[in-house]
T-cell receptor
Framework: AQKVTQAQTEISVVEKEDVTLDCVYETRDTTYYLFWYKQPPSGELVFLIRRNSFDEQNEISGRYSWNFQKSTSSFNFTITASQVVDSAVYFC??????????FGGGTRLMVKP | EPEVTQTPSHQVTQMGQEVILRCVPISNHLYFYWYRQILGQKVEFLVS????????KSEIFDDQFSVERPDGSNFTLKIRSTKLEDSAMYFCASSEMEGPSGNTIYFGEGSWLTVV
């Protein structure tokens, strides 16, 4: 069975602070894929990143960066110099080669001006 | 940018009534999905659909649920006899290729269903 745990249910920061959202996963598969989605107050799910289990290189996209560590089964997401527009619920998700995404419980990020 | 559109954005229905949620996937996508999110909880997979057939479904997707692609553009989720516990946000999604592993799944903005 697959499982994704986002232990931080809610994080509050002040604008321009850096913030890291934690994601820990469990799977028995050797091939799997990890994702982050953003859910702003409007409700839609916005794709942020996909990473496969064979690629442990960290990735940076603007103010966003992701740290994938298989040794600790973690796929953490860092926002540098946070902005109010970053306020949203962020979901980490996992799949093997199938169709089903298994989501974590989400972390609500509040960025205050 | 192409997007998945869903209607209605919000529906209130009486317990026991049938509900149809509609989705227009991205036009060149072949794989379609429904997920749901009960208020304050995680997003859960319901069903995937390809070539006019269900390719995978979860335990949640019982006989009360059905999906259909009635024409070339719409993809619907029907709940035959709604229960209070069906109250949730229902997300439609689509992808060009099968599954999130090889391709990105794009989600719609969701249809919020309230059963009273």
């Amino acid at each position: 069975a697959q499982k994704v745990t986002q232990a931080q249910t809610e994080i509050s920061v002040v604008e321009k602070e850096d913030v890291t959202l934690d994601c820990v996963y469990e799977t028995r598969d050797t091939t799997y894929y990890l994702f982050w989605y953003k859910q702003p107050p409007s409700g839609e799910l916005v794709f942020l990143i996909r990473r496969n289990s064979f690629d442990e290189q960290n990735e940076i996209s603007g103010r966003y960066s992701w740290n994938f560590q298989k040794s600790t089964s973690s796929f953490n997401f860092t926002i540098t110099a946070s902005q109010v527009v970053d306020s949203a619920v962020y979901f980490c998700a996992l799949t093997n080669a199938g169709n089903m995404l298994t989501f974590g419980g989400g972390t609500r990020l509040m960025v205050k001006p | 940018e192409p997007e998945v559109t869903q209607t209605p954005s919000h529906q209130v229905t009486q317990m026991g009534q049938e509900v149809i949620l509609r989705c227009v996937p991205i036009s060149n996508h072949l794989y379609f999905y429904w997920y749901r999110q009960i208020l304050g909880q995680k997003v859960e997979f319901l069903v995937s659909f390809y070539n006019n057939e269900i390719s995978e479904k979860s335990e949640i997707f019982d006989d009360q649920f059905s999906v259909e692609r009635p024409d070339g553009s719409n993809f619907t989720l029907k709940i035959r006899s709604t229960k209070l516990e069906d109250s949730a946000m229902y997300f439609c999604a689509s992808s060009e290729m099968e599954g999130p592993s090889g391709n990105t799944i794009y989600f719609g903005e969701g249809s919020w269903l309230t059963v009273v």
